[in-house]
């Protein structure tokens, strides 16, 4: 059973980030952290009693492809329609059109809760919150009005539609093609992978779709982006006749079976109706809007379902009865928890997870800052540091999401490898996180090209600065937290070392970079990571008298093991980024 991670949640954003300044923003005047405990606890409820109990069902039962439309797991639309009928969708939307405005750090922190109870179901919601944001910065007023109001609450669903069969990361290569007829366009391609593309929760699905308008430039430059519902919309918001807009299969997948992974024909005859948002050729920077979004939201599903593969495994080795461990304990076999390399794998998952989650809660909070600061220069700053975080976000947490889990199945041992238990299904479910919105690779060269070649560096060596700050004046007499505070101060060091060399190699040689930009997204969440750990333990180190002791010395044990047993990642990475480059460009395709 999933427990959501209440007290952890509001550590983080309370005590560690400091949500007052949050309260202190002018447009978010009416958050407080008991708005934001009252959000958690009713989110928790949800995310226990309706979601969980579906998530095994549903990966059994999965989705399934009909002539008519695709028909979801049993049990998912009337837990779609609780959540509708609980104001979820509205949250973080504009109050223009239904919203209730409330900061990214804890929407982020809500959406935790759905990827940890039931990765497959909380797809559908975060699509189409992605695709009512690119509407909200780029739609025309009309667009706004007809659309947006049925998609913030929910009674319509949202997709984005980029990829094709000869189009995966290289959209330069779409061929999905818009024909002028009259104000509007008729669409005519193929889209695949398109996730919640086709099911029977909704009356509509408004996709949000790549397409050339003929005699447009080729590559990139020539994308447009069009609204193709799949019912047709009138005036009045009224819904009209079918779009010729149909699903053709869906997918055999690893995991997520739940979710429906459509491929969608667009045009069998006369063109789907599409409406084009903003102007001609420039789909791709609006539907970047969509994808920043989703690759922050895709980051936390990695460690969320990492946070329940974790639960899964610890409560697995507390009931497990297995030999006898080397220490004092009753006569005869004990629970595996007791055994060292039991808990060392378990403290692997947790402290890696709590990590993760203070890492994606941190990157959410800068982008609250930038967009409700309270001057100009804070705003730029804190938006600076949402947008070097966010690949770095996506990438790690998503990376560490899929070690976790297969960590898990290890705790179980043979047993892991059964499905009955249930850990091999966050293994399989968590695996697509790392290709969603792009693949690692493809994140770490957003990071080292967009993010560090942008500015030579600049924002990454403000944060290494604040953090080499912070962490010199940090003080305590905990001798634990002491010693996890040497090892971040190490880590950062390496990760101020490696920038420079990386930073080197793409002024001289480009591919050298590239190379090893994975190697060095990684080691920035390593060292990121460990540098929340150290004053995550120092601020538990303060409180190990109160009446919340055991969760503080909790924090303070497992910072330690990150420190000593997951931070040292870092040494290998940073030797990686500044020597192990010319293996990879020097070494020919050929001899692979």
């Excluded at 992974?261 to 050729?281: M, Q, Y």
């Excluded at 905990?478 to 060091?493: D, F, G, M, P, W």
């Excluded at 002791?549 to 870092?570: C, G, M, Q, S, W």
Aim: with cysteine; hydrophobic share 45%.
């Amino acid at each position: 059973m999933y427990r959501a991670p209440l007290r952890e949640l509001r550590f983080v954003i309370e005590e560690l980030l400091g949500s007052a300044s949050l309260a202190a923003c002018p447009g978010l005047a009416d958050y407080s952290d008991e708005l934001a405990a009252s959000v958690l606890d009713e989110a928790a409820r949800f995310a226990q009693t309706v979601l969980d109990p579906l998530n095994k069902p549903g990966d059994s039962e999965g989705a399934r492809w009909t002539a008519e439309g695709v028909v979801t797991a049993a049990g998912f639309r009337a837990a779609y329609q609780q959540f509708v009928a609980g104001g979820w969708p509205q949250l973080g939307a504009d109050p223009e059109f239904g919203g209730q405005r409330v900061p990214q750090v804890l929407a982020i922190a809500v959406q935790e809760l759905w990827a940890s109870a039931n990765l497959a179901f909380k797809l559908c919601p975060m699509l189409t919150h992605g695709a009512v944001h690119a509407l909200e910065l780029s739609g025309s007023q009309a667009q706004k009005q007809l659309f947006l109001p049925k998609m913030v609450s929910g009674e319509w669903t949202g997709t984005m539609d980029l990829t094709e069969p000869q189009a995966g990361s290289d959209l330069a290569q779409v061929r999905t093609r818009a024909v002028p007829d009259g104000k509007r366009f008729r669409v005519f391609g193929q889209k695949i992978f398109i996730t919640w593309g086709d099911h029977d929760l909704t009356s509509n699905t408004i996709h949000m779709v790549l397409a050339r308008i003929e005699g447009s430039p080729p590559g990139v430059k020539g994308i447009s982006l069009f609204i193709v519902p799949k019912v047709l919309v009138n005036d009045d918001g009224s819904l009209g006749a079918r779009n010729e807009v149909r699903c053709v299969s869906i997918e055999h997948k690893l995991g997520i079976h739940a979710s429906p992974t459509c491929v969608l024909a667009f045009g069998d005859h006369d063109g789907a109706i599409g409406h084009l948002v903003g102007e001609p050729n420039r789909g791709l920077e609006y539907m970047f809007i969509m994808m920043n979004a989703a690759r922050l939201s895709v980051g936390l599903e990695g460690y969320s379902v990492g946070e329940r593969a974790f639960q899964h495994a610890a409560e697995w080795a507390r009931t497990r009865i297995q030999g006898k461990p080397p220490v004092a304990q009753p006569s005869g076999p004990a629970p595996i928890i007791h055994h060292p390399d039991v808990k060392r794998m378990l403290l692997t998952m947790k402290s890696s997870t709590e990590a993760a989650r203070a890492m994606a809660l941190y990157a959410a909070l800068q982008l609250d800052l930038g967009a409700y600061g309270a001057n100009e220069s804070q705003r730029a700053a804190a938006q600076t540091r949402g947008d070097l975080l966010i690949p770095i976000v996506k990438g790690w947490c998503t990376e560490i999401g899929n070690e976790v889990a297969a960590i898990g199945i290890q705790v179980h041992g043979g047993m892991g490898f059964i499905e009955e238990t249930g850990a091999a299904q966050y293994m399989r479910d968590v695996r697509i996180t790392t290709i969603y919105e792009g693949t690692t690779g493809i994140q770490s060269n957003d990071l080292i090209g967009r993010k560090l070649g942008r500015d030579r560096g600049a924002a990454m060596y403000m944060l290494i600065a604040d953090m080499e700050r912070e962490l010199e004046a940090l003080t305590t007499d905990n001798v634990a937290t002491n010693a996890t505070r040497k090892a971040a101060v190490e880590a950062v060091s390496l990760l101020k070392r490696a920038t420079k060399a990386l930073l080197g190699m793409l002024a001289s040689r480009p591919d050298l970079g590239m190379a090893v930009s994975v190697p060095y997204l990684k080691l920035c969440g390593f060292v990121i990571g460990g540098w929340l750990m150290t004053k995550a333990s120092a601020i538990a180190a303060a409180h190990t008298d109160g009446p919340d002791r055991e969760f503080y010395d909790a924090k303070i044990r497992t910072a330690l093991f990150y420190a000593e047993h997951v931070l040292p990642n870092a040494l290998a990475l940073a030797r990686v980024v500044e020597s192990g480059a010319s293996s990879v460009a020097e070494t020919d395709a050929t001899l692979i």
